[in-house]
């Protein structure tokens, strides 16, 4: 439905909207875009051929059919204001991308509060090693096909779902996976019951013959889908389910083995090339959504050991002065716990992680959680929290959060207000076989990139 057509894009630069710009090359689309900052993404846009201004331009609103914005855009943007007022047929990024995906036959969409990038990248990996040649459009960048998106046939669309401020209710998936649900974006939902309704809602949107694939082990996913009268396939660890790992054991680098059973009957080993022990559940759900596709239990264990991660998610980036340097996104409490465990599972010597708040409202509503979580690393340097769409209007700080995790017996952190200081600490500190982790998921990776850099 938009083939051919010349396409404005405000805030082009975000995971979203990038790769949605990339995929709508292939509808033969002009794309131009605006973003208030250069990244790789706004650079790898460009040397596609789309037109990215860093200035608000009214010229590339004027010259559009359409023009599409993120929930992030503030109301008074020049270039949507302009839009407005030329009654530009205009979408908001979720809307615009759910009718994108009325061009294609199956939908998959993988949702929840955490794993989402992972789990699209296992269920992806495992599609392309079947030969499927699906699209793919996902919130982090993907090794096996270099980036965020990839275009591939109208059969089947491979797609992350978010939920906050209910985008994912836009969408027209024809298959689901719920992870899990957690206490995220209270910004928007305020409680844990509006995000339970929220992917209530979610499912409710599956077409009669749908698929849908939950954690059977998340109390709160099955509050969610405890009235839904279709067929729900399930997965888990502790739970009965019709997709089980068993005999779980992990190697030195914490990459797990496991038995996979499908409705109690063992099938095959599956060795992951990731670490953690969350990485069995979302196998787990990529295995049971594949399968109901007609892929072999074979093709799924070679793809799930060949698959080895998206950026920033437990990223091994390189070494300072003999330490590994790595890189995660976590950026909710039980991220990062998640992130702990698995730091505990790899050989180190001294750890040092350092951490970035991800807005403002999101650090308050979890202080207590975040210093609880962060106490248990062994060394803790807090960095500037990243704003993103925020001011402070909460009255939180940094130095609340070091206060906090020292309260929580660990007296080994500190906050430093520049990445260039946290960066200059670490190299006079860390030595051979230590750890650093920076978390969050802000620009924190900064700082790593600048010790493996130097």
Known sequence: ???????????????????????????????????????????????????????????????????????????DN?????????NKELYERSVFFGLMMKDYKNVLCICGTHGKSTTTGMVSTIFMEAEKNPTIQI???????????HVGSKEYFIAEACEYVDSFLDFFPTAEIILDIDNDHLDYFKNLDNIIH???????????????????????????????????????????????????TFD???????????????????????????NVLNSLAATALSHQYDIDLNTIKKALYNYHGVGRRFELLGKCNGALVYDDYAHHPSEIKTTYDSVKKTP????????????????????????????????????????????????????????????????????????DKIANYLKEKVQENDLVITIGAGPINEVANKLVKE
């Open 348 to 419: 180190h010597k001294h750890e040092y992680a350092v951490f970035q708040g991800h807005t403002f409202s999101r650090t308050k509503d979890h202080l207590e959680e975040f210093a609880k979580v962060l106490s248990k690393f062994e060394n803790v340097i807090i960095a500037k929290i990243y704003p993103a769409r925020e001011t402070n209007i909460y009255n939180v700080h940094e130095e609340d959060l070091v206060e906090l995790i020292k309260k929580n017996g660990n007296n080994n952190a500190i906050y430093l207000d520049t990445f």
């Open 198 to 248: 929220s992917f209530k809602r979610f499912t409710n949107l599956l077409p009669e013959n749908g698929i849908l694939v939950v954690n059977n082990d998340d109390e709160n996913t099955l509050m969610a889908v405890k009235d839904y009268d279709k067929k729900i396939i399930t997965y888990g660890i502790k739970n009965q389910a019709m997709y089980m790992a068993k005999d779980i």
């Open 1 to 75: 439905m938009f083939k051919n057509k010349k396409i404005h894009m405000i805030g082009i630069g975000g995971i979203s909207m990038s790769g949605i710009a990339k995929i709508l090359l292939s509808f033969d689309c002009q794309i131009t875009g605006y973003d208030a900052n250069e990244s790789d993404l706004t650079k790898e846009l460009i040397q596609k051929g789309i037109k990215v201004s860093y200035t608000p331009c009214l010229e590339n609103v004027e010259n559009a059919d359409i023009v599409v914005y993120t929930a992030a855009i503030p109301k």
């Open 139 to 149: 919130g982090a960048i993907l090794p096996l096909i270099g980036g965020n998106e």
């Open 252 to 278: 030195n680098l914490g990459h797990p083995t496991y038995k996979l059973y499908v409705n109690n009957e063992y099938k095959l080993d599956i060795s992951l090339s990731v670490s953690g022990n969350h």
């Open 78 to 86: 020049e270039e949507l204001v302009h839009a407005e007022k030329l």
